[in-house]
C-alpha cells in the first residue's frame, strides 16, 4: 500500500518562505511521478507542481515562478520550496503520486498524503 506523508508547514507572514516535504513508502519511488496540489478553504483542490522521473518539473502558471519542485530518490522524498508567500497562497498542501504526467489536473489519479497545512498571515 502506497503511503505518503507531507511536512513541513507552518505559519508565515507576507514574503516568507517554507519548504515542504514528501516522503512515499510502498511504492517503487523512482517511477513515479510526483505532485503537489493545493485546497485552500472553501475552494477546489488545485495542481500546483509535478516532476518525473527524469526530474521534469511543471508548474502552475498563476506562480508567477516563486515555488520550486524537487526530488530526492535516495530518500524517496519530493520537496516543494515556497517562497515570497502571500495570504492567498494559505491553503492545505497535499503530495500526489501517480505513473503518468498527463492530466496532472485531474484529481482522481494516483496516491495522495494527508497535506499539510500552510497559512500566510498579512
Known amino acids: 500500500q502506497v503511503q505518503l506523508v507531507e511536512s513541513g508547514g507552518g505559519t508565515v507572514q507576507t514574503g516568507g518562505s517554507l519548504t515542504l516535504s514528501c516522503t512515499v513508502s510502498?511504492?517503487?519511488?523512482?517511477?513515479?511521478?510526483m505532485g503537489w496540489y493545493r485546497q485552500a478553504q472553501g475552494k477546489k483542490r488545485e495542481w500546483v507542481a509535478s516532476i518525473t522521473p527524469n526530474g521534469e518539473a511543471d508548474y502552475a502558471a498563476s506562480l508567477l515562478g516563486r515555488f520550486t519542485i524537487s526530488r530526492d530518490d535516495a530518500k524517496e522524498t519530493v520537496h516543494l520550496q515556497l517562497t515570497n508567500l502571500t495570504p492567498e497562497d494559505s491553503a492545505v498542501y497535499y503530495c500526489n503520486a501517480r505513473r503518468t504526467s498527463s492530466w496532472p489536473h485531474r484529481l482522481d489519479i494516483g496516491s495522495w498524503g494527508l497535506g499539510t497545512q500552510v497559512t500566510v498571515t498579512s
Open positions: 510502498g511504492s517503487i519511488f523512482s517511477y513515479d511521478v
